[in-house]
Nanobody
Framework: VQLVESGGGLVQAGGSLRLSCAASGFTFSNYAMSWYRQAPEKERELVARITSAGVTMNYADSVKGRFTISRDNAKNTVYLQMNSLKPEDTAVYYC???????WGQGTQVTVSS
């Protein structure tokens, strides 16, 4: 199982980024996928989750209305579109597949004020 995140970077407050997570080593379309984040000196927290067919999405209250999780099962990729970014969104963002308890390496998102 492998999860490889990309798309992080430095952005000003109010800006946007799209994270991608390319999956391999398992039947991607069979499993729900999640994005988590961990800010310095804070616990890792769930940001968004999407079911296997992409029918149901759940979000942390702190990102509702600003972030959108989606997936392309033909490309074995899950995305996180992040709009109206705030400095408090600064964190390392991780892709996670619960069925295999497997994390990606993470991608840094930094939002400047």
């Amino acid at each position: 199982v492998q999860l490889v995140e990309s798309g992080g970077g430095l952005v000003q407050a109010g800006g946007s980024l799209r994270l991608s997570c390319a999956a391999s080593g398992f039947t991607f379309s069979n499993y729900a996928m999640s994005w988590y984040r961990q800010a310095p000196e804070k616990e890792r927290e769930l940001v968004a989750r999407i079911t296997s067919a992409g029918v149901t999405m759940n979000y942390a209250d702190s990102v509702k209305g600003r972030f959108t999780i989606s997936r392309d099962n033909a490309k074995n990729t899950v995305y996180l579109q992040m709009n109206s970014l705030k400095p408090e969104d600064t964190a390392v963002y991780y892709c996670f597949v619960q069925a295999y308890n497997h994390w990606g390496q993470g991608t840094q998102v930094t939002v400047s004020s």
